[in-house]
Antibody
Framework: EVQLVESGGGLVQPGGSLRLSCAAS????????MNWVRQAPGRGLEWVSH????????YYADSVKGRFTISRDNAKNSLYLQMNSLRDEDTAVYYC?????????????WGQGTLVTVSS | SVLTQPPSASGTPGQRVTISCSGS????????VNWYQQLPGTAPKLLIY???QRPSGVPDRFSGSKSGTSASLAISGLQSEDEADYYC???????????FGGGTKLTVL
């Protein structure tokens, strides 16, 4: 059974940093691209970042470019999101979502999400 | 949102409803569309991929289509458990980013 479990969320002050993790199991993690998607309270889904299976291709939403860094450790079946210079508008539930073995993500499995609250 | 969806839709049990998703040549016009269902308080779930393909386990009451720069999700035989938010998504070749629609809240009357 495919499972994605996020962790690392919490309350952080504006300008602070946080590192999210996503533990994957039930599939060959190293062959799949992965994504982070967030959802602000009461709002819609917003894609944050994509990383290919080998980490050779990485993309970011303009809203987080230069502040967030996506990475993965295939040996540990884990995906990460390092978030720096956090802003109020980064407050959201952050989901990791499985991409695909091809170049086109499906977002076919999602974690339960981890809440990040940026507030003073 | 780069992809435009109606904010709300509604129908009675047994009815057929459609939800539209309008984009441009750089996203829907160039790439397949995926649809997601998000039940209240839960994570999104893949409903349709590659415009019209259903993952295993998704009832055939759900169907997708695409024409030009627009896509649609149709739900036939509407059931109360279909009450949820629905999102379309596609890769945008100009933005080099995944773009989602703003979401459509479906109410079953």
């Amino acid at each position: 059974e495919v499972q994605l479990v996020e962790s690392g969320g919490g309350l952080v002050q504006p300008g602070g940093s946080l590192r999210l993790s996503c533990a994957a199991s039930g599939f060959t993690f190293s062959t799949y691209s992965m994504n982070w998607v967030r959802q602000a309270p009461g709002r819609g889904l917003e894609w944050v970042s994509h990383i290919s299976s080998s980490s050779g291709s990485i993309y970011y939403a303009d809203s987080v470019k230069g502040r967030f860094t996506i990475s993965r450790d295939n040996a540990k079946n884990s995906l990460y999101l390092q978030m720096n210079s956090l802003r109020d508008e980064d407050t959201a539930v952050y989901y990791c979502a499985r991409g695909s073995v091809t170049s086109y993500s499906l977002f076919d499995y999602w974690g339960q999400g981890t809440l990040v609250t940026v507030s003073s | 949102s780069v992809l435009t969806q109606p904010p709300s839709a509604s129908g009675t049990p047994g009815q057929r409803v459609t939800i539209s998703c309008s984009g441009s040549s750089s996203n829907i016009g160039s790439n397949p569309v995926n649809w997601y269902q998000q039940l209240p308080g839960t994570a999104p779930k893949l409903l349709i991929y590659s415009n019209n393909q259903r993952p295993s386990g998704v009832p055939d009451r759900f169907s997708g289509s695409k024409s030009g720069t627009s896509a649609s999700l149709a739900i036939s035989g509407l059931q109360s458990e279909d009450e949820a938010d629905y999102y379309c998504a596609a890769w945008d070749v100009s933005l080099n980013a995944w773009v989602f629609g703003g979401g459509t809240k479906l109410t079953v009357l």
